[in-house]
């Protein structure tokens, strides 16, 4: 492309969704993806005949405020993607508790009053209180600069957000529930946030639990790949390109400005400058401080100094030869506690210990209509928090031996509640975060961006104006979080922010 108006770094959720906003307002997008496919961990890939879904579990929301249906009714998502609803929010397997919990706020909290009627206060102020929450959110501007100007009257006009911002879900959990099963049973999905809930922030786990509870939880059929191939073919439909295989090595400044960028492709030996009058980010924030000469580089690297990374997570894929819901299966995904996890401290400790004690989940998609395994077979996955250092300093030969025996660990574990799930199997084979660093480039192989935790959320979250005039972010390492909503918002609101500018270069 000759003289693009925006170049993008990454072809995750984040670029993908920033870029389609872009093109379809007119402005003429360049993107630059390092892999051979669009989507960062939005992918699938195939294995023995089964189609693997490399990372979506469920996209909560889609209902009628939830900002995700009107970017996917702008970026014509919903007349080429089909999303199928899960029949239930998740199962829940404690040492004395086997609960499935509804997708609906009042079947909800039903089942779990039944399960424990002395605690009924605790758990309908445990929804009154992540709804009221999201509530807020969604009155906010999108605008940062409106923001300011109500920071004088903000605890008058948002209460909730007030009183929480800066509370950890564990902290809201004690002071309001003393069953520790119930603990456990209420907020058994929060490792797909952070690994601690003691410092995992409450607003941003309200904001998604509020929208499982409010709209559901939905699978793309056929995998999230389809969802990112067809953003990056609605940028190319609008004028845009995307090139893959395409790795951006650093960014051009000139005059203190984000001018462009330099790229080198697999098949070629030099570098390529591409210059554009914005450039927006979708690689891992860390990665574009590398990118940068100095003294933007010093500059990015003091706006983020101190901010700890999020987590990563180990997913076995599994191919089964057959249907396996017969199988003590009584839900699409499950959460099971860690050995001896009685309280819900315990349980963030055992996230790390070995794979022996850390708590998992399961994930069924034979339980729906999910178009991933092969004819007559079904596909699944197990899932647990991961560490980078755990699979640090191993050669190659080292790191494929442990990655069967943690694969196998995790398959003994599961046969505990599923008696002959092993017999099953056809297909095996394990995802660590060192898999997610090598495709996705992310430190650490971190997919959350920055850690979900007060003070790097909400009004703390890093915003999608870098500190080099001409750099926007648009990542899950930006505003508002991480996961797949994180991203796809982040994508959406920075491309707002760039066509909000007055000034004709977007600057």
Known sequence: MQNPDIIIIGGGLGGLT???RLAKAGRKVLLFEQHSVPGGCATTFRRQGFLVEAGLHELDGLDATDLKT???RELDVFDKIQFVRLPEFYRVVTSTTDLVVPDDSAAAIEVFVKAFPAEEKGIRTFFKTIHALRDE???LPLNRNIMKLLYPVFPMLFPKLALHNQRTLGEFIDGIITDEELKLALVANYPYYHDDPYTLSLLYFSLAQ?????GGGHFIKGGSQRLSNHLAD????HGGEVMLNSKVTRIVVENGRAVGVAVRRRQDAEEAVFRAGTIVANAAVPLVVEMLPEPERGLLARRVAGMKPGIAWLSAYIGFRRDISSLNN???STFFMGDGQASLKERALSNRSGFDQRGFAFVDYSRIDSGLGAEGKSFGVITTVDYIEDWEGLDEEAYRRKKDEVARMLVRRLEEFMPGISREIEYLELGTARTVRRFTGNPGGVATGYANVPGQSGTGRLGHRSPVPGL???SAWAAPGGGFTGAILGGWMSAGEIL????????
């Open 70 to 72: 009107t970017i996917f």
């Open 330 to 332: 009584r839900a699409y």
């Open 18 to 20: 920033a870029g389609a």
């Open 210 to 214: 509020s929208s499982y509870y409010r």
């Open 234 to 237: 609605f940028i190319v439909e």
């Open 500 to 507: 909000s500018t007055k000034s004709g270069d977007m600057t």
């Open 137 to 139: 959110v969604d009155r």
């Open 472 to 474: 926007y972010f648009a």
